[in-house]
């Protein structure tokens, strides 16, 4: 069966997003060319489990962590599962495969001192600088993913209500309120952006200044050159802003179900994460405050 079959599939029908559809598309393009060059095997649907845990161990040996070889792994029982269904094989080889075990990382957010560092940097005066600026706020201070932020529309904007939609995950839907100063913000930018010939007939929010929708790897780049600056922490990544807003959110007292809509995490277990990383806090209040102290 060809792997467009399936690219359908999870595209039209899964409603994958487009980093995931780009991501299993590599994961199992990567693992059809393996089973060529070291089985001559070019029909996937005749692989079995061996197979598959041949493949693994391979890549264990490059260096790879358990949880990029995992993520693999998924895009390979989603497969299977796909040829399972459509009548091309009778049991999936995935069936008992177990994920590696993996050391679960948390990430540290920034403070809110080093925040507010990174808003002084900020520069308005020119359309990057202007960009940059309200990709950094709305990272902030809506949580939203690399992703979703860079399929934001200019429709997407509602200002009468002060909010945004979002296409988050299976391209499913979310409105997320926004702040007054990040609404002036967003007018500045598009103050900056209106002037651009070539972008008046984009519609996404971020373009460059050939009109052309911005790239992961600007959002990154953009991120890492002002969080740098002022942490040093080892991770400085778009993530490390949606854990700190949470973070920053519940140390205020915000209700975690709130945070949890905002995010667009299907589960609570997945905001409870963001959880985590209060418990220094906790253990500094509960030693401050406590009678017995």
Not at 110 to 120: D, G, M, N, S, Y
Not at 169 to 177: G, L, V
Not at 212 to 234: D, F, G, M, R, W
Request: one cysteine or more; hydrophobic letters at 35%.
């Amino acid at each position: 069966m060809s792997l467009s079959a399936f690219n359908d599939y999870i595209r039209l029908e899964k409603r994958f997003s487009p980093h995931t559809l780009n991501a299993y598309r590599k994961d199992l393009d990567h693992f059809a060319a393996y089973c060529k060059s070291h089985y001559q095997l070019t029909n996937l649907a005749q692989v079995e489990y061996p197979i598959i845990r041949e493949w693994i161990v391979h890549l264990s040996s490059t260096g790879l962590k358990s949880q990029s070889i995992n993520r693999k792994c998924s895009a390979l029982k989603s497969y299977f599962l796909f040829l399972q269904k459509i009548g091309e094989i009778d049991q999936s080889p995935m069936q008992f495969h177990r994920q590696l075990k993996t050391t679960p990382k948390l990430v540290v957010p920034l403070t809110e001192k080093e925040f507010r560092a990174v808003i002084e940097m900020y520069d308005h005066s020119h359309f990057e600088g202007a960009r940059d600026a309200l990709i950094l706020e709305l990272l902030y201070t809506t949580g939203m993913r690399r992703a979703e932020l860079l399929s934001l529309t200019l429709d997407a904007i509602d200002r009468n209500n002060r909010q945004l939609q979002v296409v988050g995950k299976r391209n499913k839907t979310r409105i997320i309120p926004l702040l007054p100063k990040v609404i002036s913000q967003m007018d500045g930018y598009l103050a900056h952006r209106n002037q651009i010939e070539k972008a008046k007939g984009s519609k996404w929010l971020f373009v460059n200044r050939k009109g052309k929708e911005l790239n992961p790897s600007h959002i990154y780049k953009c991120v890492t050159a002002y969080l740098s600056k002022v942490s040093t922490k080892e991770k400085v990544s778009p993530h490390v802003l949606r854990h700190t807003f949470a973070t920053h959110l519940l140390n205020r007292g915000a209700d975690i179900n709130s945070i949890k809509e905002i995010l667009g995490h299907k589960s609570l277990s997945s905001t409870q994460i963001y959880a985590k990383v209060q418990l220094p806090k906790m253990k500094q209040d509960y030693l401050t405050a406590h009678p017995r102290a």
